[in-house]
């Protein structure tokens, strides 16, 4: 469920819990082509075998394309109903 607030609340909103946003499963598609963006093609990304011998037993994707979902999980959790436009 998204949370509905104004700037004003958002801006009071402190520690409030907002919510959670769905799952969403990450291809190892994804992982390859962020890599493909920005050059980070180390073998824990990237190389599904050798990564299920690594420690984490399987590919683990970047921490910056988790960063880079952002926008997205954080649109199905609030909307500010008095914005006119967003960035980040």
Known sequence: M????????????GER????SS????TQEQVN???????DHQWIHVDPERAAAGPFGGPVAHGYLTLA??????????????AVM???
């Open 69 to 82: 979902m952002l926008p997205m999980l954080l649109s199905e959790i609030v909307s500010v109903s008095d």
């Open 23 to 26: 799952w969403h499963d990450i």
């Open 33 to 39: 082509t962020f890599a493909d963006a920005t050059g």
């Open 2 to 13: 998204t949370t509905t607030l104004t700037i004003d609340e958002l801006e009071q909103a």
């Open 86 to 88: 967003g960035v980040n």
């Open 17 to 20: 819990e907002l919510g959670t």
